[in-house]
């Protein structure tokens, strides 16, 4: 089984225009709750959450990688801090059971239809 990897920017705004609520950053606070999932098991087994200083979209607010070995790493942001972590625990469900890492828009949760920043292809061996 691959190992899988979210990546949670825990430096990222809480909303637009405002940097924290109840004194924490919009990102370590998904962070939080992505952990609380991770705890109650709605998360993948082979999924580690880890937490990241900066992922340089510093222009949006709350923002996430989802990566692996061999697929494709999607990246999401604007992100609602106290709303999303259901949501992508849904789609790291869905990736980790993607055999390529792409999740067509229609079929992942709805609050990750729309945010996407960006898809970067997988890093593949040498072909011999």
């Not at 004194?23 to 992505?34: D, H, I, N, P, T």
């Not at 087994?45 to 989802?66: D, G, H, K, T, W």
Request: hydrophobic share 40%; with cysteine.
């Amino acid at each position: 089984m691959s190992q899988h990897t979210l990546f949670v920017c825990t430096s990222c705004n809480f909303a637009v225009g405002q940097r924290e609520h109840l004194g924490q950053r919009g990102g370590y606070q998904l962070w939080q709750s992505l952990l609380k999932c991770q705890q109650q098991g709605q998360l993948p087994p082979n999924f580690r959450v880890q937490p990241v200083e900066c992922l340089s979209a510093c222009n949006r607010f709350c923002v996430i990688a989802l990566a692996s070995p061999e697929k494709t790493t999607l990246m999401f942001g604007d992100l609602p801090a106290l709303d999303s972590a259901t949501a992508i625990a849904q789609l790291a469900t869905q990736y980790a059971a993607s055999g390529d890492g792409l999740i067509p828009r229609r079929d992942r949760p709805v609050l990750l239809q729309k945010g996407i920043l960006a898809r970067i292809p997988p890093v593949l061996p040498p072909q011999p």
